[in-house]
Structure formats: structure tokens, C-alpha cells
């Protein structure tokens, strides 16, 4: 079994126009940083993304959006991004906005199998639109539908060589659910171990869901809004 | 006179009890944890994943690991835990938060929230807000309760495309705590030195008023 690959250029291989894919991350916390930067690079256009939110201009999925490689974005928070309003305006780029936990879920389910399931939010909103609407115990629930993709990259703080991931703090965010729910899932970690030398306790996602894997570098996390105390 | 938003966020707080597990929206919510009675253990969920926010940290402690679901640079208190966002709305949608607030841009007699988008401006999305009104036990909507030309934020109908359908259960304002009860909004309390007149002025729902009103204690 060989899931490592050298770096990022190699482990985005087979992404081509108008595919689907997964980013993990919340805000630029937790984002897979290296592809980012190495599908910029690539040219590949027509990309439809999942993620909860879409970068800022010039960074994280901004890097996409700066080069016109984005077709459809399905997220559920999009605001601080210029190129975004931009591109939303004038009909180049289309959103489609879903409540976070539903998000979250979709992409969950996606990876366990499920098809569909019933949630409560968004009833009675424009989220609705035609989607099945059904009571259980008195109250009104959404059909949604599981998600999945034609890849997913996930970044971690740690990962071995047989693909499984410890992430570290609030970086976990989507990027748990996500590496489920890839056909091809990538995952690029600050630290790269032998299997064999992480906790099993302590493994967020087992690598039976990851399919490459390598050491990114010179990560910037870069932070959106620094508060500190007064 | 009617309250800044300092003292909506120290009013809400009074709604806080032991043990609670709350989660608070951005603006006037954030401020809430500012008011935390002491000695009273309160956890702060961000739907991000994360129990047991902790205050803004120090220069040296800034983490870009750790963020609030505002993305703003936070900590963590003793005893927190950390979890993936399918997980954090899991405890959202089943039950467990014990208290949500959010800010709201309008708020209906039968309980309903708009919250997140207004026609013609740019839609920025729902983030968690679809997710919280509609599991919450106990909602608390946050608010000024008059925009800023003196038009009602407390509707008999809201306007503006729903985040949330008979959802809020408090409504606490710069001028008033008012609840939702099945005739209507109920004046509970009203903010030190505003009168009942002035808030069935500020009021375009129906607003019950049975006897006497007391003030807001801050």
C-alpha cells in the first residue's frame, strides 16, 4: 500500500475541468493550503468547490476565484471576498448557499452512505424551495440529499503513512467530514509520520477514507480577523 | 432611557443559569459573555467546533488554529473540548445547546426571525443561524427595537426572507424584554425610564400589556 506522494503537484493529479471538489476548512482556518497553490497553478477551470466558506481575495480558495477556475460555489457563509461579490455579480460565478449544520450533514451522510435524511432547518425559508417536507413529531422537516465529491482535500496537523489524520484544534472543522466523502480524497499534513508511531486513540480519521497523503510546506496560516485581548 | 448595547448584552445575561451550555450569535450576543454572573459555570459552544470558549488571547498566545465561528482569534477555558462541524451541529439540531441568542433584523408575533438577508443588498449566507433557530430549546433574539427611522423591528409579520419560522421565544431590546406567547408579544419588563407608551409606540405586533410593567434590573 502506498498512499504518500511527493508534494502537492503530484497529489491533485487527475483533477481536470468541471469536477466537483471538497475543501476542508473553516474561514482560512484549517485549509489545505499547498493545493490551493498548486491548482492556481494548473489552469484547470469550470471547477465546482464545496466548502463553508470562500477564502479571502488572494488567499485560500481566493486563489481559484483571482484566476476565473470556479464555476459554482456551494457554501454557507461567503462574505469578505471582493473578486467573489464581483464575480457573483456579474453572472460568472454561481452560489448556492446552505445552512452550515445541513452543509455539514449532507457531507457526513455523503460518506456514510446515506442518501437523504430530514432535517428542521431552513423549513419554512427560501432554503425550502421544492425540497420534500414531511412532520415527525409535530414538528416540520427538509429532505436533504447526502454529498459527495469527485475529491476531497483535507488538511491536518498530523498524519502517518497509511492516511490517518489527527487535526489540531478548531482546524478540524470540516475537514473531518469531508475526507469521507471524496472518490479520491487528499490529505496534506504539517507533519508526516511513519504508521505505526500515532495513538490509535487519539486518529480523527482513520485512513481507510484517505487516498493520498504527503508533507505540505511553508504554511502561512493566515489569520482573518487577529483579536487579542484589550 | 432606552439601553446601549452593552446593556442588552448585560440584560440577556440574566438569562444565563449553571450549568448552561449556550451559544451566542455575532454583535450583540458576543457581548453577553462579557456578563457572565461570576461564579456561575456557563460553556460557550462555537459552531466551528469548539465547547469552552475562552477570552481573546494574549499577542503571544494568538493560535490560527483557534477561531470562533466569527473567525475571530480566541482561547479555550479548562475543561474545553474540541469536534468536527458535523458533530457540533449534531448537538446543536439535537437538543443539547441549552440557550441560543442572535441578533435579528426583524422578529414577528408568532416568533419568527429574519436574521440574514436583505433584498437587494449582498447576500453573505446563513452560516449556523438556519441551523440554531431551528433546533434551539430556548431562543433569545437580540435587538434594537426600532431601526434607525424609527420603523418597528417587532413585526406582526416579518418582511425580509426568513432565517427561522415561530422559532423565538424572548425578545430582548433597547427598550423592553417582551415574549412570544400565542396572542402575541408580552411585555415582561421594560429598560429603566421608558414607559409602556413608548414601547407600544415602538411596536407594530401586538403587544400585551397586563398590569403593571416593572423595570429592567441592570
Not at chain 1, 496537523?157 to 497509511?162: N, P, S
Amino acid at each position: 500500500m502506498n498512499k504518500v506522494v511527493k508534494d502537492a503537484r503530484e497529489a491533485i493529479q487527475g483533477i481536470t475541468d468541471h469536477m466537483t471538489i471538497m475543501f476542508g476548512g473553516f474561514g482560512l482556518c484549517g485549509i489545505p493550503e499547498n493545493c490551493l497553490k498548486e491548482l492556481a497553478a494548473t489552469g484547470i477551470k469550470g471547477l465546482t468547490c464545496i466548502s463553508n466558506n470562500a477564502g479571502i481575495d488572494g488567499f485560500g480558495l481566493g486563489v481559484l476565484l483571482a484566476k476565473h477556475q470556479m464555476k459554482k460555489m456551494i457554501a454557507s457563509y461567503v462574505g469578505e471576498n471582493k473578486e467573489f461579490e464581483r464575480q457573483l455579480l456579474s453572472g460568472e460565478l454561481e452560489v448556492e448557499l446552505i445552512p452550515q449544520g445541513t452543509l455539514a450533514e449532507r457531507i457526513r451522510a455523503g460518506g456514510a452512505g446515506i442518501p437523504a435524511f430530514y432535517v428542521p432547518a431552513g423549513y419554512g425559508t427560501e432554503v425550502q424551495g421544492t425540497k420534500e417536507v414531511r412532520a415527525f413529531n409535530g414538528k416540520m422537516h427538509l429532505l436533504e440529499l447526502g454529498m459527495t465529491a469527485d475529491f476531497a482535500i483535507v488538511k491536518a496537523k498530523t498524519g502517518d503513512t497509511r492516511g490517518n489524520l489527527i487535526y489540531n484544534k478548531t482546524a478540524n472543522n470540516f475537514n473531518q467530514a469531508m475526507a469521507t466523502a471524496g472518490r479520491i480524497t487528499i490529505a496534506e499534513v504539517e507533519t508526516l509520520v511513519p504508521y505505526g508511531t500515532l495513538d490509535p486513540n487519539h486518529i480523527h480519521t482513520p485512513g481507510i477514507y484517505v487516498h493520498r497523503i504527503f508533507q505540505g510546506k511553508d504554511y502561512e496560516k493566515r489569520i482573518e480577523f487577529r483579536t487579542v485581548k484589550s | 432611557m432606552a439601553l446601549d448595547k452593552n446593556g442588552i448584552a448585560k440584560r440577556i445575561a440574566q438569562e444565563l443559569r449553571d450549568g448552561y451550555y449556550v451559544n451566542l450569535g455575532i454583535g450583540i450576543p458576543t457581548l453577553v459573555a462579557n456578563y457572565i454572573p461570576e461564579g456561575m459555570d456557563v460553556i460557550l459552544q462555537s459552531e466551528n467546533g469548539l465547547l469552552g470558549i475562552g477570552p481573546f488571547p494574549d499577542e503571544e498566545a494568538v493560535d490560527p488554529d483557534l477561531i470562533n465561528a466569527g473567525k475571530q482569534t480566541i482561547t479555550t477555558m479548562p475543561g474545553a473540548a474540541f469536534f468536527d462541524s458535523s458533530a457540533s451541529f449534531a448537538m446543536i439540531r439535537g437538543g443539547h445547546i441549552d440557550l441560543t441568542v442572535l441578533g435579528a433584523f426583524e422578529v414577528s408575533e408568532q416568533g419568527d426571525i429574519a436574521s440574514w438577508k436583505i433584498p437587494g443588498k449582498l447576500v453573505k449566507g446563513m452560516g449556523g443561524a438556519m441551523d440554531l433557530v431551528a433546533a434551539a430549546k430556548n431562543i433569545i433574539a437580540a435587538t434594537i427595537h426600532t431601526d434607525k427611522d424609527g420603523n418597528s423591528k417587532l413585526l406582526k409579520k416579518c418582511t425580509l426572507p426568513l432565517t427561522g419560522v415561530s422559532c423565538v421565544k424572548r425578545v430582548i431590546t433597547d427598550l423592553a424584554v417582551v415574549d412570544i406567547t400565542p396572542a402575541g408579544f408580552k411585555l415582561i419588563e421594560r429598560a429603566p425610564g421608558v414607559s409602556v407608551e413608548e414601547i407600544i409606540k415602538a411596536t407594530e405586533g401586538t403587544l400585551i400589556v397586563e398590569g403593571d410593567i416593572p423595570e429592567m434590573r441592570i
